[in-house]
């Protein structure tokens, strides 16, 4: 299965990432550590502009940052344990069974599958964990049942580019040598006006919408600013409520 095109790659994208992205991934780096046998060395693929790779220096000794694009590596958050190199996901520069985890945010759904996932046997240790998570906008904010309007308008005017399922199962995680075990849980997540606006000009259904030419990013925002008042007046904040997926992949003997 071959990769759908990831709308992430260009400068554009690159700096709306970076301006825009909340820093979520401590809460999945705390379900994380329980599960690691060791915590010499871990790896994190598509790593974006490094809010998931700083996260896993939180839990390991040393991290390799590895993505596809060099507008985001550009953009990448410095840390002493982290180094970051161009690398695509299906082609690792690490040696055999080196690392004690593997953690891809966010991003396994624009990923030749069945490349990675030989790819990440390759590279883990025996007892290894490939860790793979996400956190999907909802469009739910407590107390106001009505927002649900603006988000179906929002998915209606910005529909999402193709890409892989979020989600595999029990069979074709077995077919790549892997145990597999899911689990889902709900998040708040605090945003002001301008904060949700940034957010959601970070999504790949916003990118690909001014990448294709149909909006410019100042009318994207402009839009969305519109439709976000009613719920988020000038200096105000509010939860919204995120939904988180984690995927932990073991390696299986033989």
């Not at 990675?116 to 490939?130: S, W």
């Not at 970070?202 to 030419?213: K, P």
Request: with cysteine.
């Amino acid at each position: 299965m071959t990769s759908p095109a990831n709308p992430f790659g260009g400068q554009d994208g690159a700096a709306r990432y970076a301006a825009g992205r909340p820093f979520f991934h401590p809460l999945f780096m705390a379900r994380l550590a329980p599960l690691l046998d060791g915590r010499s060395l871990g790896a994190d693929v598509a790593c974006g502009t490094g809010l998931s790779s700083v996260a896993l220096a939180g839990v390991v000794e040393r991290v390799h940052a590895f993505d596809a694009s060099a507008a985001m590596l550009a953009r990448a958050a410095p840390h002493p344990r982290v180094t970051y190199a161009r690398a695509q996901a299906e082609s690792l520069p690490l040696p055999n069974h080196a690392l004690d985890v593997l953690t891809v945010a966010q991003a396994f759904h624009w990923f030749d599958r069945a490349a990675f996932l030989a790819e990440a046997r390759r590279t883990l240790k025996p007892g290894g964990v490939l860790f793979m998570y996400d956190d999907f906008f909802q469009g739910q904010m407590p107390g106001r049942g009505d927002f649900a309007g603006f988000v179906a308008a929002y998915w209606a005017r910005y529909p999402a580019p193709p890409r892989h399922p979020y989600t595999f199962g029990e069979t074709e995680a077995r077919e790549a040598g892997f145990s597999l075990a899911e689990e889902r849980f709900t998040h708040p997540l605090p945003f002001t006006r301008p904060a949700l606006v940034a957010y959601l000009l970070t999504h790949s259904n916003t990118i690909a919408a001014t990448d294709a030419g149909h909006e410019t990013a100042e009318e994207v925002a402009a839009w969305l600013d519109g439709g976000l008042r009613p719920f988020l007046p000038d200096g105000e904040e509010r939860k919204l409520t995120f939904g988180g997926l984690q995927t932990v992949l073991r390696p299986l003997e033989g």
